[in-house]
């Protein structure tokens, strides 16, 4: 039974406001055995960290798991044109009635529309224009001139329902305009008797109806603890009752589509909707039903949340945005809603539409397989287990007596996290969490405060996924804080991984000058210019250092001279060598600046292959957007065969005459 949704989509959201309770819907076979089916039970309970819906065929376990699958718009499944009759219920409001304004727009057809508010009859009964304010001086002068009774409750009751009708004026006449023939009913479609009686008066007047939206539904969030069992009532069977009424008193005979509009959180669960997904749940039960049995197309949309709509209230707009939640554009929805009704197949029934971030519901849920990959700098971290909304945490020390390199970048004699390493703990993590996946490219870095390491200092790294944009593209966010009661963010960045390593650049990508200038010896640039120690020391051969375009060779690092205790695993990116790309940065704007500059981000790093071998070419131009003061450069690393390895696209620096100390500046009698 369909009505068996119900019970699923109220617990997967339980489990958001439980989360140290094991919370399960296990389905199983009517004919399992008992004995097999307590075996499966006891399994489940065990698993705190499996996904909340799972169900077992013949002993095997199984899960549902989102596939992306995109429209072919080589063969049109659904012809739409201006003698259609469409039934649209909630469609005078909110986000149906902008796919209401979409087919007005583009096919014409007569638009039925249904709603529980009332269609105001005639002018409005004040001017309804300016701010918020002024229309409710306008409206509680109207109450006093009528004799009413006033209070802040009864005016804010009137003014909402009065708005209401003016949005549906509003709307039912920009239909008009765009072509369509268009008629609103007023009807509780909770009713039985009533919205019955509608749907047959439609059938005697237009002789069928050829597709239905079934938008009809109203949101009360609040925890389980806080939740009235009437609000929980008005939430499920605005959207239940309503949708068996259609499947009782539709004709599928003559029906082209039915389409449900569920929710994201029926899928996937969400905090304070244990009545809105249980709602959804049973659409996308209901739905997967009726497909089979009726000759038309049902489908069941499950609408990640909408921009500015009645349906995510601004405060809950902020908590998305928040938690990396994208919303749906008012403008991309009825267009991806069109495409889908034109395009998509029969039997691909429960289809999921958003901005991405609700799949982490999901991967939050699902066990990771053992990782095999070990990183050098976080080669203690195993079997990395995701958070509940699918994010990883990791928390790692930075120590002198470990973290060697350290005391070869010190910058006013004390120890600082280079960029680079920083930039190489973050991919590190990124691997850990989603092992299988490559690092295609890092964007948008920033380095928000540097990190100081005069003492074991312990930092926090999160990466939680954002985005799929596709079935093997995956994007995260990554974050560096300290911890403790001085805790702060350093380090915040994009990271784009896909199942597939990027391909390979030829060689040459800068063009160079034709006058080139005296080179530099690499002693002299490490002895006067820069303030890294041996450990740090990359470059082995400086070719070229002119007004725009520096050339050099640098010599790979390895991970068991800069770390103590011989780690095993190679870098992701090699710190030192992309480090020394930087240190090339450095010779360039003291020579042509006389200024020291300290990196403060980056767009782009593109990871097309390891930076190994005996030696590393670079190439780097800087950008004409640059300016003393603030420098901007792309740098390129390719391998020994000339193929492109690397590309850190442009690398920000903010340069200063005042940290022009710190080549100067010595520790014990060493360079740093």
């Known amino acids: ?73 080589e063969e049109l499944k659904c012809r739409i044109d201006s003698s259609w009759i469409i039934l649209i219920t909630g469609g005078a409001r909110g986000i149906t009635a902008d796919i209401a304004k979409k087919f007005a727009r583009k096919y014409k057809p007569t638009l039925l529309l249904v709603g529980s508010s009332s269609f105001p009859q005639g002018v409005l009964p004040f001017d309804t224009s300016g701010s918020l304010q002024e229309v409710k001086a306008r409206l509680i002068n109207y109450m006093k001139n009528k004799g009413e009774l006033i209070t802040p409750a009864q005016v804010e009751k009137k003014y909402q329902r009065i708005m209401k009708g003016k949005e549906i ?9 765009f072509g369509a023939q268009v008629n609103y009913y007023q009807v509780d479609v909770r009713d039985e008797k009533a919205f019955s009686q509608l749907i047959e008066k439609i059938y005697q007047t237009y002789g069928r109806i050829d597709g239905v939206i079934h938008g009809a539904g109203i949101i009360e969030d609040k925890l389980l603890k806080d939740k009235s069992p009437d609000s929980f009532d008005r939430v499920f069977h605005t959207k239940v009752d309503s949708a068996f009424i259609l499947a009782k008193n539709l004709h599928p005979e003559t029906l082209k589509f039915l389409a ?116 050098p700098l976080l080669q203690s971290i195993q079997n990395l287990q995701p958070n509940k909304d699918g994010s990883v945490e990791i928390i790692h020390e930075l120590n002198t007596s470990k973290d060697l390199y350290l005391m070869d970048h010190q910058l006013e004699g004390k120890p600082v996290l280079p960029m680079t390493m920083g930039l ?68 915040r960045t994009t990271i784009e991984m896909s199942k597939n390593v990027n ?52 010599v790979p690092s390895s991970p068991q001279k800069l770390l103590a205790g011989k780690p095993k695993g190679d870098w992701l990116i090699d710190p ?36 190994s071998g005996s030696k590393i070419f670079f190439q780097s131009k800087i950008l004409p957007t640059s300016s003393p003061g603030m420098l901007h450069a792309d740098l390129a690393f390719f391998n020994e065969q000339g193929k492109l390895m690397a590309l850190l696209e442009d690398m920000e620096a903010a340069c200063s005459k005042s940290l022009n100390r710190l080549a100067d500046e010595k520790v014990d009698g060493v360079r740093r």
Not at 592 to 605: A, E, K, V
Request: hydrophobic fraction near 35%; include cysteine; glycine fraction near 8%.
């Open 1 to 73: 039974s369909p009505l068996q949704g119900g019970c699923s989509g109220f617990i997967k959201s339980l489990q958001h406001e439980w989360p140290e309770v094991n919370c399960k819907i296990i389905d199983f076979h009517p004919e399992e055995e008992k004995e097999i089916l307590a075996q499966n039970i006891l399994k489940e309970l065990h698993d705190k960290q499996g996904p909340v819906e799972v169900g077992y065929i013949n002993e095997q376990r199984y899960i549902l798991k989102p596939e992306i699958k995109r429209l072919s718009s």
């Open 169 to 177: 004026q509003d709307n039912i006449k920009v239909l008009q305009d």
């Open 260 to 375: 449900f509009f569920s929710s994201v959180a029926a899928r996937f669960g969400n905090r304070g909707q244990g009545d809105y997904a249980a709602a959804n749940e049973i659409l996308n039960k209901l739905a997967i039903y009726l497909d089979k049995k009726w000759p038309a197309r049902v489908i069941s949309i499950n609408w990640g949340p909408w921009e500015n709509s009645n349906m995510v209230p601004a405060l809950l707009q902020k908590e998305f945005e928040k938690h990396g939640v994208q919303l749906i554009s008012r403008h991309s929805g009825p267009q991806q809603f069109d495409q889908e009704i034109s395009y998509g197949e029969k039997g691909q029934v429960e289809v999921l539409y958003g901005g991405g971030g609700w799949e982490n519901r999901l991967s939050g849920s699902e066990k990771k397989e053992p990782i095999s990959e070990i990183y």
């Open 424 to 491: 190489e703990l973050m991919v590190e993590a990124a691997s850990l969490g989603w092992p299988g996946w490559h690092i295609n490219r890092v964007s948008n870095l920033k380095v928000l405060n540097g990190i100081i390491v005069s003492q074991p200092t312990k930092i926090h790294i999160i990466a939680r996924p954002t985005q799929f944009t596709s079935s093997d593209t995956l994007i995260l966010t990554v974050e560096i804080k300290t911890t403790g009661q001085n805790a702060r963010s350093h380090y």
């Open 503 to 554: 391909g390979q650049y030829g060689r040459q990508l800068f063009p160079l000058s034709v006058n080139k200038e005296s080179r530099m010896s690499t002693q002299e640039a490490y002895q006067r210019w820069l303030f890294h120690g041996p450990l740090f020391q990359g470059i082995s051969e400086i070719q070229e250092i002119n007004s725009d375009n520096l050339q050099g060779i640098f």
């Open 576 to 611: 030192v060598i992309v480090d020394s790309g930087l240190q090339m940065i450095i010779l360039w704007s003291r020579k042509y600046w006389d200024m020291m500059p300290l990196p403060s981000g980056f767009q782009h790093f593109r990871r097309f292959g390891p930076l």
